[in-house]
């Protein structure tokens, strides 16, 4: 029997992604941030450019529509944020950061700045920009998915796949 070289690369990445976030969090507790750190990427979203609905800030953000519009009623529930229906569209809401939101967003952007600044000292102590190498990595599998990839090492990949019908 083969061994695996690296049976744990999923959990790895999912567990430095875990820390990263739980350390953030941490640090924007202790420091007197009340948002979730979870929560900053459509908080700066709607910074960079108010009155974008949920679908708009799921492709800016990158994630589901169904997630973002989660957040943005825990969001909406903590008064971090406003909406109005769209004119267009009785049935869409636009979203805006409240009073509150924007001055926890400022306080978030000043520690990201410094935080930016602790990554690039992190990089520097790995031997790795590890944000350059995660943006090539995502970069690299849009461009061709590990499916591909596996077809492509291992030709009997493709005799197994299986391709979903209509009805799924």
């Not at 800030?57 to 769209?86: F, N």
Request: glycine share 4%; aromatic share 6%; proline share 2%.
């Amino acid at each position: 029997m083969t061994k695996l070289i690296d049976r744990m690369f999923g959990l790895r990445i999912r567990r430095a992604k875990d820390l990263v976030v739980a350390q953030a969090c941490e640090a924007f507790f202790r420091t007197g941030i009340e948002l979730d750190a979870k929560l900053t990427s459509i908080v700066i979203a709607l910074y960079e450019q108010p009155g974008q609905s949920s679908s708009e800030l799921a492709t800016v953000t990158s994630l589901s529509r169904q997630l973002v519009e989660s957040r943005l009623k825990m969001l909406d529930k903590k008064g971090y944020i406003s909406s109005v229906i769209r004119a267009d569209d009785a049935r869409k809401r636009d979203f805006s950061l409240s009073r509150r939101g924007q001055k926890e967003v400022a306080e978030i952007i000043e520690m990201i700045f410094d935080l930016e600044t602790v990554y690039a000292e992190l990089w520097r102590e790995l031997g790795i920009d590890l944000g350059e190498a995660l943006l090539k990595l995502e970069r690299a599998l849009h461009a061709k998915p590990l499916l591909a990839r596996l077809c492509n090492e291992f030709p009997e990949y493709d005799e197994l796949i299986k391709v979903p019908s209509a009805a799924n």
